[in-house]
């Protein structure tokens, strides 16, 4: 169902030169008849996925039920479709299922979002390159030709010959100028500021009878875009997981984003007269609750979530890895050594089943650390960490946080409270209180904990099981965590642990 | 960054989404969120999802879900 052209700006400004070159007799010969009165079109959309696949198969229901009503009809995707679901995310290769199906839908484009580098611009390209439509991103560069499908705008076909001219925008932070992913994901690739960038396709108004940008830079900066370029006939978002329903009129723009998680089909509505959008509606269709379904793909859906790779053994322990303080050891040195941090915590809430097996598959991980929470990494010197450690203890009476690169000792008066936090280093001595460490928590800990800390931290985009992942793939000696213990209690607490 | 929940400003970590917002603005405000009883909106009234990406300066509300009775 890809009807884009691979039309881009450069191309296009390249026929208008051609075409004012010739006569005017030859004008005329080209010339196409002039689209009949009334063309209406409508364009479905969805953004931030993040592998959540199971309503897909409602979806597909929708759009073909509209296809088959003889409706002008297409498909965009704003972005976001990796991270989120380890069905998805831990396929192989990272994202199949997610390509099958969009293929299987067929959407017309994509605007890649931050999350779609999560992966790995290796694993995009090959992505890129089975897709079968094109990723549209203005603010994108791919000077190496890393993103085979990627153009700055695509002009689409309509019927009665009605042409819907798009570009895509990408968001991109402040501080480095990329999007939100780990760097090294988006290396060759060269990224400019998108509203800036939006200026620029303005020019692209005369390629068609409808302009629309499709983004993934947020809600607030779509606004924005709408207030700078009036010109256009509609935006489609993505980013910051809002639902707009019904879509927004902000000068004369209409502006639609469908939410996240595919708990919405977005449905834009577009009537074009003599050569212009002349009514445009946005409204979203919730996806929950007894829809028709496309049986086959339904059951791609099906087979997705049967994901084989969940029964892949990462890891061969000498032993089964039991207890809290084990596991809690083995997940926070992994933290540490994924990220190169200095010290980790793991709180034992976020430590969710007491043993792992001897062979360590991924379903076992995604048992063991199911919430999908961050590592975040902050700055924390002696006080504040001691900080962290006594809020820590004090919402149970007891040790709470396992760690890893020092040991503690929280030592109480008997009844509870605390007298003094002992820290001490990988050698046993006391911790030198005269600098800052690198120290790598979860997201939950980081939100739910009340210390102390200048440094408000940073998420590191990738999760704690991802990290554990990565740690058994190296193959670390696990012949340690039999009866280890790093963090203390005196005199001991409940009596389960000493 | 700086996020602005029902005009309290929340320093948190670069990179935290809705929720993780949430829970640092308050427990009770949090639970009310998972259990559907209330729902996070951006300045412009617009509902957003929990695992929304935040950026510096984002201001969000939390209000009760409105629930239409039924008619007995």
């Known amino acids: ?498 | 960054m700086q996020i602005k929940v029902n005009d309290k400003t929340i320093e948190i970590f670069s990179g935290a989404c809705v929720r993780d917002v949430l829970r640092k603005y308050s427990k009770l405000t949090w639970t009310q969120v998972q259990k559907g009883s209330k729902m996070v909106c951006d300045g412009h009234g617009h509902q957003i999802g929990l695992d929304g990406e935040l950026s510096d300066g984002v201001r969000l509300t939390v209000t009760r879900v409105r629930r239409t009775e039924p008619r007995s």
Request: aromatic share 8%; with cysteine.
């Open chain 1, 1 to 498: 169902m890809n009807r884009a052209r691979g039309f881009t700006l450069g191309s296009f400004m390249f026929l208008l030169l051609l075409l004012a070159g010739l006569t005017c007799s030859s004008c005329a010969s080209v010339r196409t008849a002039p689209p009949p009165a009334e063309t209406r079109i409508v364009i479905f959309h969805f953004n931030d996925v993040h592998g959540k696949i199971d309503n897909f198969s409602k979806a597909a229901a929708i759009v073909e039920a509209e296809r088959q009503s003889g409706a002008d009809v297409f498909y965009f995707c704003a972005g976001d479709n990796f991270t989120g679901n380890p069905v998805i995310d831990q396929y192989d290769p990272p994202g199949e299922p997610m390509l099958e199906l969009v293929n299987r839908l067929g959407v017309d484009l994509l605007c890649p979002g931050n999350h779609e580098f999560d992966y790995g611009l290796e694993n995009l390209g090959k992505f890129s390159a089975r897709a079968r439509f094109p990723f549209v991103s203005a603010n994108i560069a791919d000077p190496a030709g890393l993103l085979p499908r990627l153009r700055p705008s695509v002009v689409l076909n309509a019927k009665n010959g009605v042409r819907i001219a798009v570009f895509g925008l990408i968001q991109i932070e402040a501080g480095n100028g990329l999007p939100s992913t780990h760097p090294d994901r988006v290396k060759g690739l060269l990224f400019s500021e998108p509203l800036a960038k939006a200026m620029e396709m303005k020019k692209l108004r005369a390629a068609g009878q409808v302009l629309i940008a499709l983004t993934h830079i947020g809600y607030d900066q779509d606004l924005l875009l709408a207030e700078r370029l009036p010109e256009l006939d509609v935006i489609i978002g993505g980013h910051s997981h809002t639902r707009v329903d019904p879509a927004e009129m902000v000068n004369g723009v209409l502006v639609a984003q469908a939410g996240s998680d595919n708990k919405y089909l977005g449905r834009i509505e577009l009537l074009v007269r003599d050569g212009r959008v002349v009514e445009k509606k946005g409204t979203l269709i919730d996806l929950k609750g007894p829809l028709a379904e496309v049986a086959d793909v339904k059951e791609m859906i099906v087979r997705f979530n049967q994901n084989p790779a969940f029964a892949r053994v990462l890891a061969e322990a000498p032993f089964a890895i039991e207890g809290k303080d084990a596991l809690g050891c083995l997940m926070t040195d992994a933290m540490r050594s994924i990220h190169g941090l200095e010290i980790a915590f793991q709180n034992e809430g976020g430590i969710r089943i007491n043993r792992l097996p001897e062979k360590i598959t991924l379903k076992d991980l995604y048992t063991l650390d199911p919430f999908g929470n961050q590592v975040v990494e902050i700055a924390m010197n002696v006080d504040e960490i001691r900080s962290l450690i006594a809020d820590s203890f004090k919402r149970g009476d007891n040790i709470d946080l396992q760690v890893s690169g020092i040991t503690y000792t929280v030592r109480t008066d008997g009844k509870g409270v605390i007298q003094e936090i002992h820290l001490r280093g990988l050698e046993g001595r006391s911790l030198p209180g005269d600098r800052t460490y690198k120290v790598g928590v979860s997201s939950y800990v980081a939100s739910s904990y009340d210390f102390k800390h200048a440094d408000p931290g940073r998420s590191l985009g990738s999760t704690t099981a991802e990290a554990l992942i990565g740690f058994l793939e190296k193959r670390p000696d696990l012949s340690i965590y039999r009866g280890i213990q790093r963090a203390f209690q005196d005199p001991p607490g409940r009596g389960e642990r000493y």
